[in-house]
């Protein structure tokens, strides 16, 4: 038989490829779920994480029409 394309291939190789990617898509859950530092119990007695910006503030000047367009940019 032709399996070269999945037009074609038998239900042997189907089942083959969805296999692979099912234990590749568990393999991406298990690195992703090592690689976070809490898992969800730590949020929970430390509170909620605080984020602070730093740095300079930027406000939005007057609009301005670039030459050529009729188009307001802010």
């Known amino acids: 038989m032709n399996n ?4 074609s291939a038998n239900s042997a190789t189907h ?3 969805v296999a692979v990617a099912l234990v590749a898509g568990i393999l991406v859950v298990g690195v ?3 690689a976070r ?3 969800g119990t730590d ?3 430390s509170g909620t994480p605080r984020l602070e910006a730093q740095g300079p503030i930027i406000r939005a000047g007057e609009p301005r029409v670039i ?5 307001m940019i802010r």
């Open 4 to 7: 070269s394309s999945l037009l």
């Open 43 to 45: 949020v929970m007695v």
């Open 67 to 71: 030459a050529g367009e009729h188009r």
């Open 32 to 34: 992703g779920l090592a």
């Open 15 to 17: 089942i083959k490829i």
């Open 37 to 39: 530092h809490d898992l």
